[in-house]
T-cell receptor, first 115, second 114 residues
Framework: DAGVTQSPTHLIKTRGQHVTLRCSPI?????VSWYQQVLGQGPQFIFQ???????GRGNFPDRFSARQFPNYSSELNVNALLLGDSALYLC??????????????FGPGTRLTVL | DAKTTQPNSMESNEEEPVHLPCNHS???????IHWYRQLPSQGPEYVIH???SNVNNRMASLAIAEDRKSSTLILHRATLRDAAVYYC???????????????FGKGTKLSVIP
């Protein structure tokens, strides 16, 4: 079975531009989470979506937004890019069924470079 | 938020057991302990998780202290493929419907010596 897929794998943008990153979860998984990983640090939580609704949000500015589609795929949008947004953006999917021990499975990430 | 503390780096000889420690003294009763590892240029890979009891799977074992303030990830026979950054994470639950986030620290960089 295919794992979590993300596109594109690499992206170069300039300051002030907008970017859209895409994620397809594992088949049957209804929840998608987004993380930002700056070089040398662990991933930082940005958003969690389940059934097209935002279920959690990390400490990121409003320039960051996301949405989930009926097929459970997701997009992460970042507006007005700053140099500090350069990072590996990770998508993770999970079943997210209440009452069970759940875990997240990560994709390979999208490497964003802001010049 | 509950935090975890791990050594920055550890070394192990190939084919020997490795014990990776993690302190989480502020853990709450509903926080699951998760371990992930990350190889260079890859996304994190799930290793194991637990709540109170010790857990075993094909990759590793997780030993959780009785007071849950610390845990140890055990790799029974380290191989070169186990060289990675290992993250000990507390899964923070949101209210309702099982929503949660994973809070990563800096992790432990494990080097395996042939």
């Amino acid at each position: 079975d295919a794992g979590v897929t993300q596109s594109p794998t690499h992206l170069i943008k300039t300051r002030g531009q907008h970017v859209t990153l895409r994620c397809s979860p594992i088949s049957g998984h209804k929840s998608v989470s987004w993380y930002q990983q700056v070089l040398g640090q662990g991933p930082q939580f940005i958003f969690q979506y389940y059934e097209k609704e935002e279920r959690g949000r990390g400490n990121f500015p409003d320039r960051f937004s996301a949405r989930q589609f009926p097929n459970y795929s997701s997009e992460l949008n970042v507006n007005a890019l700053l140099l500090g947004d350069s990072a590996l953006y990770l998508c993770a999917s999970s079943l997210l069924l209440a009452g069970i021990s759940d875990t997240q499975y990560f994709g390979p990430g999208t490497r964003l470079t802001v010049l | 938020d509950a935090k975890t503390t791990q050594p920055n780096s550890m070394e192990s000889n190939e084919e020997e057991p490795v014990h990776l420690p993690c302190n989480h003294s502020t853990i709450s009763g509903t926080d699951y302990i998760h371990w992930y590892r990350q190889l260079p240029s890859q996304g994190p890979e799930y290793v194991i998780h637990g709540l109170t009891s010790n857990v075993n799977n094909r990759m590793a074992s997780l030993a959780i202290a009785e007071d849950r303030k610390s845990s140890t990830l055990i790799l029974h026979r380290a191989t070169l493929r186990d060289a990675a950054v290992y993250y000990c994470i507390l899964r923070l639950e949101y209210s309702g419907a099982g929503s949660y986030q994973l809070t990563f620290g800096k992790g432990t960089k494990l080097s395996v010596i042939p």
